[in-house]
Antibody, heavy 121, light 107 residues
């Protein structure tokens, strides 16, 4: 069965960076893309960007351009997302989610369990 | 940027009642690339509907999606206790954006 398992919770100080991992299993990693979506406490869902599991091409939401980097390691079937220059309003649960196809913009059919990133001095 | 407006913000209903949730887009959603998700507290979202009206794998047939262009609807024919949750729409025709969500609560 398809599973996405994310790394554990993080606490960071403002200005620091965080890197969240998302290990995939149960499907051919290179046939699909991975999107990253975040959810601030008590708020809705916000799409951050996408990375191809095959080419590692990326597409970032304009809001996160220049501050977020998404990468993959196909040998370990793992996707990574790094956020730099953290601010308090980056405090959120960060989800990875598999796109239902290889396309950049798709519905998201499987989700990781989420990683809570807390930014606090 | 396509803005998705979901209404109502909160829907108070009893088990067995019908729920009708609305998602309105600020511009036409190409190829009906509109999905619906259910999220329960402390859990990741779960895909219910894609392509505006196709049920995802394992989703009960009491969930149905309809609509086109700028107006979309998620209907739950008879609410079960496990259906009380927050529901989000997502358009994925041009980039990806989510609506603000509708909470379906027990009346």
């Amino acid at each position: 069965q398809v599973q996405l398992v994310q790394s554990g919770a993080e606490v960071k100080k403002p200005g620091a960076s965080v890197k969240v991992s998302c290990k995939a299993s149960g499907y051919t990693f290179t046939n699909y893309g991975i999107s990253w979506v975040r959810q601030a406490p008590g708020q809705g869902l916000e799409w951050m960007g996408w990375i191809s599991g095959y080419t590692s091409n990326t597409r970032y939401a304009q809001k996160f351009q220049g501050r977020v980097t998404m990468t993959t390691d196909t040998s370990t079937r793992t996707a990574y997302m790094e956020v730099r220059s953290l601010r308090s309003d980056d405090t959120a649960v960060y989800y990875c989610a598999r796109g239902s196809s290889y396309l950049v913009t798709t519905d998201l059919d499987y989700w990781g369990q989420g990683t809570l990133v807390t930014v606090s001095s | 940027e396509i803005v998705l407006t979901q209404s109502p913000g909160t829907l108070s209903l009893s088990p067995g009642e019908r729920a009708t949730l609305s998602c309105r887009a600020s511009q036409s959603v190409s190829s009906n690339y509109l999905a619906w998700y259910q999220q329960k507290p402390g859990q990741a979202p779960r895909l219910l509907i894609y392509g505006a009206s196709s049920r995802a794998t394992g989703i009960p047939d009491r969930f149905s999606g309809s609509g086109s262009g700028t107006d979309f609807t998620l209907s739950i024919s008879r609410l079960e206790p496990e259906d009380f949750a927050v529901y989000y729409c997502q358009q994925y025709g041009i980039s990806t954006f989510f609506g603000g969500g509708t909470k379906v609560e027990i009346k």
